[in-house]
């Protein structure tokens, strides 16, 4: 009987840290398949002068060199809206291969003199220079950094509870066979004095018995 009920409580204890460890397993297919975020068309403002102060901003008195840092996500479509704010003909370059001169692999708009727009596809994640095609890279340059859109595996709490969740059912079946599961006792030793005594008892009765005999 107790040897069935130990089978039937480990029995349990598998089920258990079976049913913890395949928690985690579950989410973590379910996670591998969560879809990126949907891509969006996002607006950025920029002003261009090469007056004084010279360099990037995204109103015409608050332009810096280096200019602000952009951050879009990778699939967006991003549309400039670029102003010259000193009249020159500016030119808004991505350096995508970073050469740090304008090529054939760059992000690039038409010049502009007033205003203008033009349209990026951030395909690739990273970070990026972006400058003034008609003036030197170190008066007129900003950075503009590209999320990656891969989804995030997060599966680290639901990895700790099925851990906890086993170690808690290890620790509750070793409480159970300490309390439910006798420890077998081990024979007393006889004494020696009293089996000496019996032993000496039986020597006198047997001496009696011959006297009486002769």
Not at 10 to 39: E, G, K, Y
Not at 120 to 146: A, D
Request: with cysteine; hydrophobic share 40%.
């Amino acid at each position: 009987m107790l040897q069935s009920r130990e089978k039937a409580t480990a029995a349990v204890v598998v089920a258990i840290a079976f049913a913890a460890l395949a928690a985690p397993a579950t989410q973590v297919a379910t996670a591998s398949t969560t879809t990126a975020p949907s891509a969006q068309t996002i607006m950025i403002t920029l002003y261009a002068s090469m007056g004084n102060p010279s360099g990037w901003g995204q109103g015409p008195l608050n332009i810096t060199n280096p200019g602000p840092t952009l951050t879009v996500n990778q699939g967006d479509t991003i549309m400039f809206h670029l102003f010259s704010a000193d009249g020159a003909t500016h030119m808004l370059v991505i350096d995508l291969d970073g050469s740090g001169t304008r090529s054939s692999g760059d992000a690039v708009s038409e010049p502009f003199n007033a205003s203008g727009t033009s349209l990026y596809y951030p395909n690739t994640p990273g970070q990026f220079t972006y400058f003034c095609g008609t003036h030197e890279l170190s008066m007129q340059w900003g950075t503009i950094v590209v999320r990656g859109t891969a989804p995030v595996n997060d599966n680290a709490p639901w990895l700790a509870a099925g851990v906890l969740v086993l170690f808690v059912a290890v620790v509750g079946f070793a409480v159970y066979r300490w309390r439910h599961v006798p420890v077998p006792r081990k024979a007393l030793p006889k004494r020696r004095g009293a089996r000496n005594g019996r032993n000496a008892k039986g020597k006198g009765a047997a001496r009696s018995r011959q006297r009486s005999g002769h």
